[in-house]
């Protein structure tokens, strides 16, 4: 069966590119790029390519790079070191709609080790109120941790200006850029952001290598205690086909990244206009305007979440729900529920995203079954009906 | 995503008996659009029989939520009314083939829906209201009486497995603590109706007395003492007397009064109500 592939937050195919430049260093060119000779040497040249390529991307110095075993750890290794080379400091300022690589993490924080933290909330379109960033940053503040995009709904936040704000009270700034990282165009050279984490296979690189950006200047404790790699920043012998993988990937979302963003944002246009224009009762979760090329969050009444999921996977399609029911825990999603979406729309709601790889024909296919599968599960549920007939006659 | 068995994707992508039934004398309502899952049960019960000649669905939720209802109503239909209530959570997800773990409460939310039908019919309130007891868990809205209900009949031990049966404790996770309290009361009655059921023969031989009271000495005391750096051993049975002594640090222990009265209390329960403890000198 052929997949139509549209959940590319949750992660993304390999490129061919990224697979073919990844090959060699899983068959001849096993060096360890810490060997003294040539057979390793060589290896270490092309780790500094991938560094070189992936700074080029954030427009920042090959110097400023670490690379790490993903997203989780580079937003670890962030706020962990902020919190040890402020001692002093014992708050963390963050959002309620991060993702639980820094979400758990500040809970933990709080609970177990005594730091108080500040949840920002969002408003009905997910963004932030800077007035309430502002207040809550202070000369006690150690960390400002937000995201530049969230996974669920695409929205998009500030966090170069906000980076101004923690710099005046001498806090640090990370920004989790998982999702932003090869969707937006990011310039860091001249922002007083700190850190910024970032996973190669949510752009096209393989699952399990990321990389943190090190602001230079910032004061640094590592997370991962070794060896001398990453210049003692974290040890371990490095993942040579994941980091030349991440490299490659970054070259090309740097060379396609304005062409393709738009070509992805049409298409994911296209997709909200048919399903808004089909379906009656749906609703888009998160902000039309500051919200990444690729997403689209919909929530659509009197419907379940994962029933949609089902009936999607047996045509082929794949997406995700922030319903209860997807998720081993039975709370729907955090990030649709801070923004307060009813309960009537959070357990029905899916996230398409979409990348390069898909075409005009695939998006058409799912709108033509959006509205069956909706009216599908309309059919059967007990909620709504008299709304959702009285609907249909008025069309 | 979930591993669901062919007989629930079945059910779930064909649902039989889908729709409201006009002329239904038994409705039953149970979930809300909040809690993510809701069920509708309509039943048409004739009343010279008492048989169950149909019966429809309206489900709002995931996967396993339609599939259990599609089978509930499959599975009631030409039943009587006391055949189907016999029908028990744990039977729905066996027609399916079995449901996920985390899924069970939705072959408890088919049962609810269909004792709620029933007492409509009868014309009596729904067995759920009738379990007003007290809200343990907010996020749901279940109450202890229901934690109670669901946990005896599965044999639940966990809060997991409360949380997968009932919801309850899925959200903030506030109640755990009052789950596990009852969790510990449920286990407290089960232990002592097994300790009725092995105190029941109550003509046992002394051999098998003997025997069964070291049993409970090395498995229920010992253990505990020795890890006070203290030990005990079984001397002799003399009628109802059970002779003990103390060793290690227990033998000068100020406590060791104390202990005997819980060693005594121990046996009674599980050996024989009329045994009495009595420490020698060896
Ligand atoms: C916003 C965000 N942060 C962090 C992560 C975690 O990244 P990784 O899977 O590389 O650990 C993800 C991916 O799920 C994400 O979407």
């Known amino acids: 069966m052929r997949v139509i592939y549209l959940d590319n937050n949750a992660t993304t195919a390999v490129a061919p590119e990224v697979f073919e430049a990844i090959k060699p260093f899983l068959q001849e060119r096993y060096g360890n790029p810490s060997s003294m000779h040539f057979f390793g040497g060589s290896v270490s040249r092309e780790v500094t390519k991938a560094r070189e390529n992936l700074a080029d991307l954030l427009g920042v110095t090959p110097g400023e790079i670490i690379f790490t075993s993903g997203g989780t750890e580079s937003d670890s290794t962030a706020i962990l070191s902020a919190l040890s080379t402020l001692p002093d400091r014992k708050e963390i300022v963050t959002t309620r709609v991060e993702h639980p690589a820094v979400l758990n993490l500040c809970k933990h924080l709080a609970r177990f080790k005594g730091y108080t933290v500040k949840w920002l909330s969002v408003d009905k379109e997910g963004m932030l109120d800077l007035d309430e960033v502002r207040n809550a940053i202070s000369d006690r503040t150690a960390i400002v941790s937000i995201m530049w995009a969230n996974n669920e709904t695409g929205v998009i936040f500030p966090v170069e200006q906000i980076a101004e704000m923690a710099a005046e009270h001498g806090a640090l700034m990370h920004t989790d850029g998982v999702q932003a990282v090869g969707k937006i165009p990011i310039n860091l050279k001249n922002t007083a952001i700190n850190f910024l984490a970032l996973s190669g296979h949510k752009l096209h690189a393989a699952k399990g290598i990321g990389a943190l950006y090190l602001r230079k200047g910032t004061r640094f404790q590592p997370f991962i205690i070794g060896g001398h790699q990453e210049h003692d920043r974290r040890a371990g012998t490095e993942n040579v086909p994941g980091i030349v993988g991440l490299g490659k990937a970054a070259e090309l979302a740097k060379q396609n990244l304005e062409e393709e963003s738009s070509r992805v944002r049409s298409l994911r246009d296209r997709l909200q206009e048919g399903i808004m224009s089909q379906v009656q009762f749906a609703r888009i979760n998160g902000s039309l305007n500051d919200r990444l090329p690729n997403t689209l969050n919909i929530g659509f009444e009197f419907v379940e979440g994962e029933s949609i999921l089902l009936k999607l996977d047996e045509l082929g399609i794949c997406a995700s729900s922030g319903s209860a029911c997807t998720s081993g825990s039975l709370e729907p999603s955090h990030v649709l529920r801070a923004m307060g979406v009813p309960f009537t729309c959070v357990h029905g709601s899916i996230r398409f995203s979409l990348s390069r790889y898909n075409t005009q024909e695939e998006i058409d296919f799912v709108i033509s079954q959006m509205s069956v599968i909706i009216g599908s599960l309309r059919a059967m549920s007990p909620f709504g009906q008299d709304k959702i007939s009285s609907a249909c006659i008025v069309q | ?282």
């Open chain 2, 1 to 282: 995503m979930w591993e669901y068995s062919e007989r629930v994707k079945d059910h779930f992508f064909n649902p039989r008996n889908v729709g409201s039934l006009e002329d239904a004398n038994a409705v039953g309502e149970v979930g809300s659009l909040a809690c993510g899952d809701a069920l509708k049960l309509y039943l048409k019960i004739d009343p010279d029989t008492q048989k169950i000649v149909d019966a429809r669905f309206q489900t709002f939720g995931c996967g396993s939520a339609v599939a259990s209802s599609s089978a509930l109503t499959e599975m009631i239909k030409g039943k009587t009314v006391e055949e189907a209530l016999l029908i028990t959570n744990q039977d729905i997800a066996d027609y399916l083939g079995g449901l996920p773990k985390e899924k069970m409460h939705c072959s408890v939310m088919g049962k609810d829906a269909l004792e709620a039908a029933i007492a409509c019919y009868r014309g009596e309130p729904a067995p759920k209201e009738l379990l007003d007891g007290e809200l343990v868990c907010e996020c749901f809205g279940v109450t202890d009486k229901e934690i109670r209900e669901v946990a005896r009949e599965n044999k639940l031990t966990t809060i997991e497995e409360v949380t997968n049966y009932t919801k309850a404790g899925g959200g903030c996770g506030l109640c755990h603590d009052k789950i596990e309290k009852i969790l510990d009361e449920i286990r407290a009655e089960l232990r002592q109706s097994q300790a009725k059921a092995a105190a029941a023969p109550k003509v046992m031989t002394n051999i098998q007395k003997i025997a069964r009271i070291q049993e409970v000495i090395d498995k229920e005391i010992r253990p505990s003492l020795q890890k006070d750096g203290g030990d005990l051993e079984l001397i002799d049975l003399d009628g109802a007397k059970v002779k003990i002594v103390f060793r290690g640090l227990c033998s000068s222990c100020p406590s060791s009064s104390l202990t005997k009265a819980g060693i005594e209390a121990k046996l009674q329960e599980l050996v024989h109500p009329e045994l009495v403890v009595e420490e020698v000198t060896a």
